[in-house]
């Protein structure tokens, strides 16, 4: 390596900084499903201890029919606790999805950025600490916000607050807004690294466009955990009642997962515009040189022109957007995961029926 290319190197802090989220998966010893299950589990079986030991409220009651139904007040607790498990897994299904494609990375873009790639697969520098700390005290700022609101539209005490439901509101809210907030800064830090990256380092070849398929592999990544939260926020409205709502709400899911994807893979698609573009203006150089002389009854400036003009063709038929067929395809159903919760929230009250009532799905 010259000494020029050592000076334009970057510098980058490559201590890491491990968030709390991280670490539980690093430490537990469930394994992946496990701990996720272990974390909503802990969740809501919280709700469910304090909502039966205060019984304000119970975790349900039984309707004019006698049938056992989950109260709104349950089904919020019940659906907060997904989210909160959801937005605890997505950031270690993110960490091991760097770690699966690294090397893939690595191959997509020159030697001089696999310092930049590598530090982007470790995760967030250690110097971005202070942020993911300044976050969490905001999540827990506007959840004791929010629990305080509640309070006062409920018009009680503090301690009538504590012996109900509230207790739990007041223990998970804080720490739901604090990992939604540190979800929001990783994914912001991950796309100004990423954007530079490509910038930077990504050299276009032509002949092995397939390498850049990475890139859409990692949009299509960040387009399904959009649309995996969004399911599970769409629980808020899986009641068939409130299907008004819930198919813009659908609708809107969708849209997010097709700008997700398409952030990732617009740079790379502007780099391969503008190398087309630098390719077909060299050959359209040649063809003119060319074509003069086989006017002019040259023999082998016609057969140069006949290969140009082939050449031509297939430099204007190569694909611009990273995005392989595989990707498509798991793209098309990714977009149904937004429907999911109408399905799993009718399955989750026959559970609970026939788990209480002994009765049958």
């Not at 991280?22 to 909502?51: C, E, Q």
């Not at 090397?103 to 950025?113: D, H, K, M, R, V």
């Not at 068939?240 to 700008?259: D, E, H, N, R, Y």
């Amino acid at each position: 390596m010259t000494t020029s290319d050592a000076k334009s190197l970057p510098t980058l802090d490559l201590n890491r900084f491990t968030s709390a989220e991280t670490a539980l998966y690093r430490w537990s010893p469930l394994g992946f499903w496990g701990t996720t299950l272990a974390v909503f589990v802990i969740s809501f079986g919280s709700f469910a201890m304090i909502a039966e030991i205060t019984g304000r409220p119970h975790l349900g009651y039984v309707d004019a029919a006698g049938t056992w139904q989950l109260n709104t007040v349950s089904w919020v607790g019940f659906v907060l606790s997904m989210i909160l498990t959801t937005g605890v897994a997505l950031t270690q299904i993110g960490r091991r999805r760097w770690e699966t494609e690294r090397a893939s990375l690595l191959a997509a873009i020159e030697p001089l950025g696999h310092e930049a790639a590598n530090a982007l697969c470790d995760g967030a520098p250690v110097s971005w600490r202070r942020y993911y700390w300044a976050l969490t005290a905001a999540g827990v700022i506007v959840g004791l916000v929010f629990n305080l609101l509640m309070l006062r539209s409920q018009s009680v005490t503090l301690l009538q607050y504590l012996q109900s439901i509230g207790l739990w509101f007041l223990l998970l809210s804080p720490w739901l807004y604090a990992v939604g907030m540190r979800a929001g800064l990783s994914l912001a830090r991950e796309g100004r690294e990423m954007r530079k990256l490509i910038s930077e380092h990504v050299v276009i070849d032509l002949y092995h466009l397939e390498r850049l398929d990475i890139f859409g592999r990692i949009g299509l990544a960040a387009a399904g955990s959009w649309l995996v939260m969004a399911g599970v926020l769409l629980l808020f409205v899986a009641d068939a009642s409130q299907a008004w709502i819930a198919t813009p709400a659908i609708a809107l899911a969708v849209l997010g997962g097709v700008v997700a994807l398409t952030n990732a893979v617009r740079p790379i698609q502007r780099k391969i515009h503008a190398a087309k573009a630098v390719e077909l203006a060299q050959v359209h150089k040649l063809m003119a040189q060319a074509r003069e002389r086989a006017f002019a009854g040259d023999d082998s400036a016609a057969s140069a022109l006949a290969g140009l003009t082939d050449y031509e063709v297939w430099v204007e038929r190569r694909p611009e957007w990273p995005i392989s067929t595989s990707v498509t395809l798991r793209f098309s159903l990714y977009i149904l995961i937004p429907i999911l919760p109408i399905l799993g929230s009718y399955l989750f009250e026959k559970f609970a029926d026939g788990l209480i009532y002994g009765g049958v799905f």
